[in-house]
């Protein structure tokens, strides 16, 4: 006796690409258009049951793939379906985690790979904000907080966005989350009604357009152009509005590439937001204190008649090198806070009482997070300086010099369309970045997984040594693809 469920799961053709979905996790080696492998939940485990046949069919749209699986157990067998929400279908996993883990994974087997793709500061968490944590636990302070954080932190965020901003919030008007990543998705949610358009300038933070998905609301990609600094064209911008564009979601300074809007093209695209009644903004402003003189960070909140429709986001986890503490807030008028809110309490409650307090140690650091942070910047600026001369002089690579954050998104496209033996062709970022693993032993992130197949994304939160060494293995392996120039 054995009974079958089915399943949709979504599939790129991706060499990277690994699913896991509850109670099961399978690994999609698209070269041999197979599973690698795959392990049922401990539940089927329980009731004695293992896996007799599987089955997969890619299906006409080549999007998705159905699978059968027949668990068949000694004395009876039990029919598990295997369907997935339409909306999980709709997201794609992340391509930075992957590949992340992927190199993670060579690295463990004791392969040198160097891993710059990861977005997040080499630097530890500041002393005085480790001990703050510390001393929160020791002092007991591990209970519930108030769903929208402690008045303390609250307090201390309102003074920050005073001082370093030139805005005005209550503590009201502001909720702290697990990880500005948690504040950003709250936010689509709570916005977005099914059928609205959220405007996305490209290259874009990978996680955007999944969260527009999330929300059953269309993402509109804004394509942007390396010669113009990958800045967005307020023409462009103009041109895509209609009544269904519920939100617009600016990122500066800019992951992956490093651009910061100046403070003048901020107030003409505000003009235009101005315009549209409907339209609300998410500013993303996570990277603002690493961010390289004479560049200057403006909050989109503080331009006039923005502070109405805009929900300014930031964090903790790269300025202060907290990735792992998991803090970011919301700050915005009060009806969209609360509406996050309301989400955040049948989510996941407040975020972790200990980080909080650490997180009022990290804004007790003074103006920009003082001379810690100031030291921080100073490093990445100088790897900056460095990937920007040596890949600046690599034969047909083209790179517009980022202003902030930690990114180098390079394009590399000139190396497109070559056919190398036994690997096969590199027919974009995705191949060129499976090469550069395979052959020099380099992690770096597709920039197709950001909007832009052109570009690969280097982070450069590494040290200069690492960074120099990665940069000769990248360059000997780019040689490879260029035949030699007779003479
Ligand atoms: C542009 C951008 N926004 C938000 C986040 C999320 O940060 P957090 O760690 O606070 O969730 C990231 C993290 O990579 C990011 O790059």
Not at 50 to 69: A, C, G, N, P
Not at 163 to 185: C, F, H, M, R, W
Request: net charge neutral; glycine share 6%.
């Amino acid at each position: 006796m054995a009974a079958a469920a089915s399943s949709s799961l979504q599939f790129t053709s991706s060499g990277f690409n690994r699913l896991a979905f509850s109670g099961q996790s399978l690994s999609f080696d698209s070269d041999s258009q197979s599973f690698r492998s795959l392990s049922f939940s401990s539940q089927l485990r329980r009731l004695g049951l293992s896996i007799k046949v599987w089955d997969s069919k890619r299906k006409e749209d080549s999007h998705s793939l159905s699978t059968v699986v027949r668990a068949v157990g000694e004395s009876y067998s039990m029919e598990v379906d295997q369907t997935l929400s339409p909306r999980v279908n709709s997201v794609k996993p992340s391509k930075t985690v992957a590949i992340t883990d992927q190199a993670t994974a060579l690295a463990q087997a004791g392969v040198p790979v160097i891993r710059l793709a990861a977005g997040e500061p080499d630097f530890d968490t500041p002393s005085v904000i480790a001990e703050a944590g510390i001393n929160a636990i020791r002092q007991g302070y591990t209970r519930y907080t108030p769903n929208a954080g402690t008045t303390e932190l609250r307090s201390a965020i309102c003074h920050k966005l005073k001082e370093e901003n030139g805005l005005t919030y209550t503590p009201d008007q502001i909720l702290v989350s697990n990880g500005a990543k948690q504040s950003i998705v709250q936010a689509v949610l709570a916005v977005c009604s099914p059928g609205d358009e959220v405007l996305i300038p490209a290259p874009f933070w990978v996680s955007y357009p999944e969260m527009a998905r999330l929300a059953d609301a269309t993402p509109v990609i804004l394509p942007t152009q390396i010669s113009e600094s990958f800045l967005l064209d307020p023409k462009l911008l103009e041109s895509k509005l209609s009544e269904k564009s519920r939100l617009l979601i600016l990122c500066s300074p800019s992951n992956p590439t490093g651009s910061v809007y100046p403070r003048k093209l901020l107030e003409e695209i505000a003009a235009i937001v101005a315009r549209h009644p409907r339209l609300l903004v998410i500013s993303d402003e996570i990277y603002e204190h690493i961010i390289y003189t004479p560049a200057s960070h403006t909050s989109f909140a503080s331009l006039p008649g923005m502070w109405e429709r805009t929900l300014t986001v930031n964090g903790f986890s790269k300025a202060f090198a907290m990735t792992g503490w998991r803090l970011g807030y919301l700050a915005g008028p009060t009806r969209f806070v609360s509406a996050c809110g309301k989400i955040q309490s049948q989510f996941t409650s407040g975020a972790s009482s200990i980080s909080q307090k650490a997180a009022v140690a990290a804004l007790g650091m003074g103006y920009a997070g003082g001379e810690t942070v100031a030291n921080m910047v100073k490093a990445f600026r100088e790897r900056r300086d460095f990937l920007v001369k040596s890949f600046g002089e690599l034969d047909g690579v083209k790179i517009s010099e980022p202003q902030g954050a930690f990114y180098l998104f390079v394009d590399f496209s000139s190396y497109y369309g070559v056919e190398v033996d036994g690997f096969g062709a590199i027919n974009g970022s995705e191949a060129l970045c499976r090469y550069l693993l395979e052959k020099a032993q380099v992690a770096l992130v597709p920039g197709d997984a950001f909007g832009d197949d052109t570009c690969i994304r280097i982070s450069y939160a590494a040290a200069l040594s690492t960074l120099q060494a990665a940069f000769e293995r990248i360059k000997q392996a780019l040689v490879l693809l260029r035949p030699p120039v007779p003479v």
